[in-house]
T-cell receptor, first 117, second 116 residues
Framework: NAGVTQTPKFRILKIGQSMTLQCTQDMNHNYMYWYRQDPGMGLKLIYYSVGAGITDKGEVPNGYNVSRSTTEDFPLRLELAAPSQTSVYFC????????????????FGPGTRLTVL | AQKITQTQPGMFVQEKEAVTLDCTYDTSDPSYGLFWYKQPSSGEMIFLIYQGSYDQQNATEGRYSLNFQKARKSANLVISASQLGDSAMYFCAMRGTQGGSEKLVFGKGTKLTVNP
């Protein structure tokens, strides 16, 4: 298994540009998440999905959009990029229940380092 | 609302010694999970250990153990026999199990430096 993969690894955007961060998992996890990590800080949840076709906002959703058309893929869209969106973006996936037990270990992708100038 | 507090911005430990990283939490959920993640300088997030709020015993995974004190709302990570490769940021996180609780809340992290 590749686990959680993210593309690209690095990206520089100009203010006002848009882009899509890709995330794919091959563990058949139903839950997927997008986080951002600002320098010296912990992770903050942007959006999450509990299954294909179902998404919901996290703590910091403004300026982002997501979609979940398949179990495997959970792309994050940035519209009209702003310098405040300069951050490292992590995608994660989990299966909250395993063997009748609540575990919900989240497995993270390697991250995308985004700079908006 | 759920909250995680890590009060140690940085910790130093000698190689082969044990170290405890502190984590306190606040939640109104009767059932919840606590996690520790390691983030080395390369940037990836690595799952270390999980503790369920109703688990009878403290979780252990190799050299990692979680000192769970429910009444004090603390979930400290203990690393035994520290190695140079343990130098990294360590994040404590929590997730509830009630409706709308799919969110994992992270603390700000503790930077651990292992000295030779």
């Amino acid at each position: 298994n590749a686990g959680v993969t993210q593309t690209p690894k690095f990206r520089i955007l100009k203010i006002g540009q848009s882009m899509t961060l890709q995330c794919t998992q091959d563990m058949n996890h139903n839950y997927m998440y997008w986080y951002r990590q600002d320098p010296g800080m912990g992770l903050k949840l942007i959006y999450y999905s509990v299954g294909a076709g179902i998404t919901d906002k996290g703590e910091v959703p403004n300026g982002y959009n997501v979609s979940r058309s398949t179990t495997e893929d959970f792309p994050l869209r940035l519209e009209l990029a702003a310098p405040s969106q300069t951050s490292v973006y992590f995608c994660a996936s989990s299966r909250p229940y395993s063997g009748g037990r609540f575990t919900d270990t989240q497995y993270f992708g390697p991250g995308t380092r985004l700079t908006v100038l | 609302a759920q909250k995680i507090t890590q009060t140690q911005p940085g910790m130093f430990v000698q190689e082969k010694e044990a170290v405890t990283l502190d984590c306190t939490y606040d939640t109104s959920d009767p059932s919840y999970g606590l996690f520790w993640y390691k983030q080395p300088s390369s940037g990836e997030m690595i799952f270390l250990i999980y503790q369920g709020s109703y688990d009878q015993q403290n979780a252990t995974e190799g050299r990692y153990s979680l000192n769970f004190q429910k009444a004090r709302k603390s979930a400290n990570l203990v690393i035994s026999a520290s190695q140079l490769g343990d130098s990294a940021m360590y994040f404590c996180a929590m997730r509830g199990t009630q409706g709308g609780s799919e969110k994992l809340v992270f603390g700000k992290g503790t930077k651990l430096t292992v000295n030779p």
